[in-house]
């Protein structure tokens, strides 16, 4: 197991991860102060199913221990949840030095975050991530529930107390989630730079290959990249916006389709091929889209969709939080690990935009 130390503005905390990290998960908890009164296990029925067991005996029998399963899924980042959760916490008798697990992918991990930091006015939380993707999610304290009008848009800044990695539980992986997640530490490597980038390009040809020792460095480089940026940003004033790379054409996609029906990894790695042609249009120069390309096809992420309509994504593109006063604001790249953000005007993107979705 290898510690790595998360540090923010507000918070420092450390990540264990290996295949005995959950082996850890009660000493972690006897070593807070004030102590636990009581543990609130928060979960998604597929997980659940698969570990909750498994979580449950490696707590002490000395403390109550609560659990409440939500369907899995997008969809259960709601508010109806999120009310269910704070009911249950309530009639369970959880006070305000309680604890919360959220165990899951990074549905669970901002639902269960959300309800921690309001509970009580904010109560302690232990990230337990089963996703690849969830080495984003898991760090750096956003969570959040989903509105019907937009995504992540009642939230808060919420760091926990640890991030307990434990590998073993990825083995029940699907294959689409595992690409999902890759999407974003193929991001992480662009933010970070040639050898992250040229390492992934050499070690890992298929999905197969994130096993063991390989899959334990991808994890760690893609949780430095990430949090070495919260480090200097907790809260988004300024490079944070960077990890935003391949998301302002992603999340509209996203949105596009309907939420499930594309994987946020697929989306994003659609994003970020965009993201290098507006890059190389405003920069005027030539940017290696094809190395990006020739990357994601090994894993046979899909392309965009050639029905979308480029000023309806345009339009989505607009509400992202990154654009204001009505104007497009990406995150563009001036080279390997050099990102900028930056307002495109709305000629520019229709252009780029339209013959990306001609293929
Ligand atoms: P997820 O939690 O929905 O998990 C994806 C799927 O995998 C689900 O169907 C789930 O049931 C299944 N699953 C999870 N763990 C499993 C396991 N070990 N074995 C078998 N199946 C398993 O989604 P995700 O991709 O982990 O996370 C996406 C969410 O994370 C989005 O809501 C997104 O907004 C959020 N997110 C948050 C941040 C942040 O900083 N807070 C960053 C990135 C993404
Ligand atoms: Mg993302």
Same mark, same amino acid.
């Given at each position: 197991?290898?510690?790595?130390?998360?540090?923010?503005?507000?918070?420092?905390?450390?990540?264990?991860?290996?295949?005995?990290?959950?082996?850890?998960?009660?000493?972690?908890?006897?070593?807070?102060?004030?102590?636990?009164?009581?543990?609130?296990?928060?979960?998604?029925?597929?997980?659940?199913?698969?570990?909750?067991?498994?979580?449950?005996?490696?707590?002490?029998?000395?403390?109550?221990?609560?659990?409440?399963?939500?369907?899995?899924?997008e969809?259960?980042k709601s508010?109806?949840? #999120?009310? $269910?959760?704070?009911?249950? %916490?309530?009639? /369970? =008798?959880?006070?305000?030095? &309680?604890?919360?697990?959220?165990?899951?992918?990074g549905v669970?991990g901002d639902l269960?975050g959300f309800?921690?930091?309001?509970?009580?006015?904010?109560?302690?939380?232990?990230?337990?991530?089963?996703?690849?993707?969830?080495?984003?999610s898991?760090?750096g304290?956003k969570v959040a529930v989903n509105h019907p009008l937009g995504k992540n848009i009642i939230g808060a800044f919420?760091?926990?107390?640890?991030?307990?990695?434990?590998?073993?539980?990825?083995?029940?992986?699907?294959?689409?989630?595992?690409?999902?997640? #890759?999407? $974003?530490?193929?991001?992480? %490597?662009?933010? /970070? =730079?040639?050898?992250?980038? &040229?390492?992934?390009?050499?070690?890992?040809?298929?999905?197969?290959?994130?096993?063991?020792?390989?899959?334990?460095?991808?994890?760690?480089?893609?949780?430095?990249?990430?949090?070495?940026?919260?480090?200097?940003?907790?809260?988004e004033?300024?490079?944070?916006?960077?990890?935003n790379?391949?998301h302002?054409?992603?999340h509209?996609?996203e949105s596009?389709?309907?939420y499930?029906?594309?994987?946020h990894?697929?989306?994003?790695?659609?994003?970020?091929?965009?993201?290098?042609?507006?890059?190389?249009?405003?920069?005027?120069?030539?940017?290696?889209?094809?190395?990006?390309?020739?990357?994601?096809?090994?894993?046979?992420?899909?392309?965009?969709?050639?029905?979308?309509?480029?000023?309806?994504?345009?339009?989505?593109?607009?509400k992202d939080k990154?654009?204001?006063?009505?104007?497009?604001?990406?995150?563009?790249?001036?080279?390997?690990?050099?990102?900028?953000?930056?307002?495109?005007?709305?000629?520019?993107?229709?252009?780029?935009?339209?013959?990306?979705?001609?293929?």
């Open positions: 197991m290898v510690e790595v130390p998360i540090k923010t503005a507000s918070k420092e905390y450390p990540l264990f991860i290996g295949n005995d990290a959950i082996y850890s998960l009660s000493d972690v908890i006897d070593g807070l102060t004030p102590r636990v009164s009581s543990v609130f296990i928060i979960s998604e029925e597929t997980v659940a199913e698969l570990y909750l067991e498994e979580v449950r005996t490696n707590l002490q029998d000395s403390i109550p221990v609560y659990h409440y399963v939500v369907p899995s899924g969809a259960s508010f109806e949840n #999120y009310y $269910e959760c704070q009911t249950f %916490a309530l009639q /369970s =008798g959880l006070d305000r030095n &309680s604890i919360i697990l959220a165990l899951g992918g669970i269960a309800v921690a930091a309001t509970y009580m006015r904010g109560i302690r939380f232990i990230q337990v991530p089963t996703t690849l993707l969830a080495h984003d898991a760090v304290g919420h760091q926990p107390e640890a991030v307990i990695y434990h590998l073993p539980f990825l083995a029940t992986l699907p294959v689409e989630e595992w690409r999902s997640g #890759y999407g $974003e530490v193929i991001k992480h %490597a662009y933010l /970070s =730079g040639e050898e992250f980038l &040229s390492w992934l390009e050499k070690e890992v040809s298929t999905l197969d290959d994130l096993k063991d020792e390989k899959l334990l460095h991808v994890l760690k480089e893609g949780i430095n990249v990430k949090a070495q940026i919260v480090a200097k940003d907790e809260k004033s300024n490079v944070r916006a960077f990890l790379f391949g302002t054409l992603g509209a996609i596009e389709l309907g499930g029906k594309i994987t990894g697929d989306a994003v790695a659609i994003g970020m091929v965009f993201a290098l042609r507006m890059s190389e249009h405003v920069y005027g120069k030539d940017l290696n889209v094809s190395r990006l390309q020739a990357l994601l096809e090994r894993f046979d992420y899909p392309t965009i969709d050639c029905s979308l309509d480029a000023h309806r994504l345009m339009e989505k593109m607009k990154k654009s204001y006063e009505h104007t497009i604001h990406m995150v563009l790249m001036k080279e390997l690990g050099q990102m900028e953000v930056r307002k495109v005007n709305d000629e520019d993107v229709l252009r780029v935009l339209t013959t990306f979705i001609k293929g």
